[in-house]
């Protein structure tokens, strides 16, 4: 899979970071709703009032206060959903301060007014801390009864219990829907850090993944042909006085790896398959057609042997095995000291395994990077990291002075069995 070439990796930004603040068109709907339903029980108070005490000295004062409290109230909530409060912030509680000193006033000239309590108890509980608040909401439904008692007539001690139930209902169902209501945002913001986190992770996890590829792409093609340059620049070097022929046939294979590694180069930095791949070749061709270079270019003969019948592989499948086959193969070369080493593709029904061997001095796969000879310690896990992502398997059968046998194990699909 192709990733993103290696770019920086930023800080995730801060999981404490505050949502800007934004009108909420929730809130704003239960503020219309809160603001009707005053203004309608204070329409509806002033009504009674008037049918109720024609001509009575304090009717100036009762409409001054009606028009002031129908002007604050609508006018406080919309300044507070034009200015909403920062998260974790009260809104500014001098509109409510305002609202309830007049409808105070207002109770306690005319007691006919003390229902109109109900919406200013839900905007106490919105606007106040709770510790504040539900002191305020029992102050006003005390209010309230008292102004139930004072209105004329007989008295009925529903009056007297309704206001209180009602309050603890409201502020009981109030506290319930905050506390919901908190238990949400903190798992939003959990939510949101997570997957800051999480995208970090993966950007992260994008860049070593195309740090291994580039990785893989340089040791299996750049590292070998500059290996193979350096062992013909030097054959040419030794020979030049003596064979000037030899020489510059040297250099010019020389020439002609320099400009495969540089094709290769060019096409492993786009992602593409390996030249050999290219042009609708299968995989047996490609790895005969290594054989054959690796003989001429390195004079260690290399057989290639097919056996069952070749079964078509994913491209990703195809470039592993390639890439393996040379990256072992430059190991042969350079380390094992062999006289002879031999391809071997195999289709075996379930699975197909690409087996590489040679017939020189061997190692012991068991030891640790270090004590195994120059070079070994890289090539070994970039073919089994290979082989990981298409869940094959990697195996190595070597043994001081018994030669080397590297397979490689590709599962196949079951359609493609």
Do not use: K
Request: aromatic share 4%.
């Amino acid at each position: 899979m192709h990733h993103p070439g290696p770019s920086p990796v930023g800080p995730a930004p801060p999981a404490s970071a505050p949502f800007p603040a934004s009108p909420d068109p929730d809130a704003g709907r239960l503020a219309v709703l809160l603001d009707s339903a005053f203004l309608l029980l204070l329409a509806t108070s002033l009504s009674r009032f008037l049918t109720h005490h024609a001509g009575n000295p304090r009717i100036p004062w009762v409409l001054g206060l009606s028009i002031a409290l129908a002007v604050v109230q609508p006018v406080g909530s919309w300044l507070a959903h034009r200015r909403p409060p920062a998260p974790g912030q009260r809104r500014d509680p001098w509109p409510l301060a305002v609202v309830t000193v007049l409808w105070v006033v207002l109770v306690l000239i005319a007691p006919s007014f003390s229902w109109c309590a109900v919406p200013l108890v839900y905007t106490a509980l919105r606007t106040l801390p709770t510790p504040a608040a539900i002191p305020l909401v029992a102050a006003l439904t005390l209010l309230v009864v008292v102004g139930e008692v004072r209105l004329p007539g007989p008295q009925d001690a529903n009056l007297v219990l309704l206001p209180p139930a009602v309050a603890a209902l409201a502020t009981g169902v109030f506290l319930y829907m905050e506390r919901q209501a908190e238990r949400q945002r903190a798992l939003i913001a959990d939510l949101v850090r997570t997957r800051r986190e999480l995208a970090a992770t993966e950007r992260r996890e994008g860049t070593l993944a195309e740090r291994e590829r580039l990785a893989m792409e340089i040791h299996d093609t750049l590292a070998q042909g500059l290996s193979s340059q350096q062992m013909l620049l030097q054959a040419a070097d030794r020979t030049w006085d003596g064979d000037p022929a030899t020489a510059r046939d040297h250099v010019r294979t020389a020439a002609e790896v320099a400009a495969r590694n540089l094709a290769e180069a060019r096409r492993f930095v786009h992602d593409l398959a390996p030249a050999e791949l290219a042009d609708g070749r299968t995989l047996d061709q490609a790895l005969r057609a290594l054989a054959e270079r690796e003989s001429a270019e390195s004079g260690l003969p290399v057989r290639f042997h097919l056996d069952g019948a070749p079964v078509p592989l994913p491209a990703a499948a195809q470039s592993a095995l390639l890439r393996i086959a040379q990256g072992a193969l430059a190991n042969v070369r350079e380390h094992a000291g062999a006289s002879a080493a031999a391809l071997t593709l195999s289709f075996l029904g379930d699975q197909a395994v690409l087996d590489i061997a040679d017939d020189g001095r061997g190692f012991t796969p068991a030891a640790p990077p270090s004590s195994a000879p120059s070079g070994r310690g890289h090539g070994l896990p970039a073919m089994r990291a290979r082989l990981r992502q298409l869940g094959g398997t990697l195996t190595v059968e070597s043994a001081p002075g018994e030669g080397t046998v590297v397979s490689a194990a590709v599962p196949l699909a079951p359609d493609r069995r």
